[in-house]
């Protein structure tokens, strides 16, 4: 059971807009900045999204994040085959004292 | 070229012990906390475990506070899991990862290794 909660699955067809959202609690979410990684299949993370909506170099502006009060999401507009991937909400956790991760987010483009 | 290269994983029994390396380059690797974050198979990230970037402060996830140490080598430029009292379940993918402060109290894990396998088993 992960301290931060994600859907198991999203989908979406070529060119829509799909959103993937991340829930946490005061401990976490609702005092740190929340981070956002992609992991192809067979591959290691890669950092999308810090400090809740930045994105790093590379990363095309089709990816976005925003966060409200305990909770975050991750949008991708103009979704592309190439999308088809796990996502990862993260974020420090004040009381556990360390990172925290959501379960994940198999997203599929159909 | 700056990446981060983990060795050290392998098969080892219940109760036993093993040490992954993580070599670092391209990159000031002393100006850097670091992180070990696994990923059981199938399942989703956990992180394990960090370092300050001189070495003297770590900390722990409490699933492995106690068997685990973390450490580091800043003139090899290479990060350290000890792990010790193995379990079925600390069976995972080991990815090393650089922590980059963006300023205003935000840190991500900008850099990830390959990663590498342990698996334990009788």
């Known amino acids: 059971q992960s301290v931060l909660t994600q859907p198991p699955s999203a989908s979406g067809t070529p060119g829509q807009r799909v959103t993937i959202s991340c829930s946490g609690g005061?401990?976490?979410?609702?005092?740190?900045?929340v981070n956002w990684y992609q992991q192809l299949p067979g591959t290691a993370p890669k950092l999308l999204i810090y400090?809740?909506?930045e994105r790093p170099s590379g990363v095309p502006d089709r990816f976005s994040g925003s966060k409200s009060g305990t909770s975050a999401s991750l949008a991708i507009s103009g979704l592309q085959s190439e999308d088809e991937a796990d996502y990862y909400c993260?974020?420090?956790?004040?009381?556990?004292?360390?990172?925290?991760f959501g379960g994940g987010t198999k997203l599929t483009v159909l | 070229e700056v990446q981060l290269v983990e060795s050290g994983g392998g098969l080892v029994q219940p109760g036993g012990s093993l040490r992954l390396s993580c070599a670092a380059s391209?990159?000031?690797?002393?100006?850097?906390?670091m992180h070990w974050v696994r990923q059981a198979p199938g399942k989703g990230l956990v992180w394990v475990s960090r370092?300050?970037?001189?070495?003297?402060?770590?900390s722990y996830a409490d699933s492995v506070k106690g068997r685990f140490t973390i450490s580091r080598d800043n003139a090899k430029n290479t990060l350290y899991l000890q792990m010790s009292s193995l379990r079925a379940e600390d069976t995972a993918v080991y990815y090393c990862?650089?922590?980059?402060?963006?300023?205003?109290?935000?840190?991500?894990?900008?850099?990830w290794g390959q990663g590498t396998m342990v698996t334990v088993s009788s």
């Open positions: 990862a650089r922590s980059y402060y963006y300023g205003s109290e935000s840190y991500a894990f900008d850099m």
């Open positions: 391209g990159f000031t690797f002393s100006s850097y906390w």
């Open positions: 370092v300050n970037s001189a070495g003297g402060t770590t």
């Open positions: 005061s401990s976490n979410i609702g005092s740190n900045t």
């Open positions: 400090s809740n909506n």
């Open positions: 993260a974020t420090w956790d004040n009381s556990l004292n360390g990172w925290v």
